[in-house]
């Protein structure tokens, strides 16, 4: 039977759309819901482009709860939930539901360049200022802080020639759309287990 997926967004939804286009994940799993903290953004353009559910929430009007998104989420029996660019922390309540079923992905290479504030180019330009020599995603499996799960994978890219952080950032998005789906895929044939307080991917 296919997992089903939940995906958090809040902004452009690249790594949305890496995984709907994954094709090796077709047979395997199925995005039943894009939600955001925002009332609208271009990922959720992308959600409806797949006739995939959208849902919005927060505290304006028109958003709905955590809450009820937990409500949601078990509704539809969703197996495992893709943070990929979503601002907000998730409720302790959601973490404890879905214990070691929530993901993100972080646009560098965790434990360094991680935590409050640390999204988007302000990531990047902290990598370029460093003068660090390789950058690149980190999936993770999401607790109550910002980005101080338990690294299930990563990749890494060399930046040892790039003149901006708006190089580093492109390099690096590059790489998560290839790294996100390729995660996603070993987890839903539950090849990800935690073995001694570490994260072990089976072949
Ligand atoms: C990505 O860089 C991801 O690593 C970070 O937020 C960005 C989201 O980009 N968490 P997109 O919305 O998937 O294009």
């Known amino acids: ?17 890496a995984v709907l286009n994954a094709g090796y994940l077709n047979g395997l799993a199925e ?3 894009v939600i955001s903290d925002k009332k609208d953004c271009p990922a959720f353009k992308i959600a409806q482009d797949f006739n995939i559910r959208t849902i919005s929430t927060g505290n304006l009007e028109g958003q709905i709860s955590f809450n009820e ?14 943070l990929a660019g979503f601002l907000k922390l998730i409720p302790p309540e959601l973490i404890s539901y879905f214990e070691n ?23 990047h330009k902290a990598v370029y200022n460093s003068s660090a020599k390789v950058s690149g995603p980190t ?13 299930i994978a990563q990749s890494a890219v060399d930046i040892s020639s790039v003149s901006s952080p708006e190089e580093i950032a492109a390099l ?3 790489a998560e759309h290839k790294l996100l789906p390729e995660v996603i ?6 090849k990800v287990k935690i073995i001694n307080n570490r994260v072990e991917v089976l072949l």
């Open 1 to 17: 039977m296919k997992k089903k997926l939940a995906v958090f967004v809040s902004g452009r939804g690249s790594n949305l759309l």
């Open 31 to 33: 995005i039943l819901v």
């Open 69 to 82: 998104v937990l409500q949601i989420l078990k509704e539809l029996e969703i197996d495992l939930v893709i």
């Open 101 to 123: 079923r929530i993901i993100n992905i972080h646009p560098a290479l965790l434990p360094a360049f991680g935590g409050p504030g640390m999204y988007g180019m302000n990531v």
């Open 139 to 151: 999936v993770h499996f999401v607790d109550t802080s910002y980005d101080t799960g338990k690294i």
């Open 172 to 174: 690096v998005l590059k």
């Open 185 to 190: 895929f070993k987890l839903v044939q539950d």
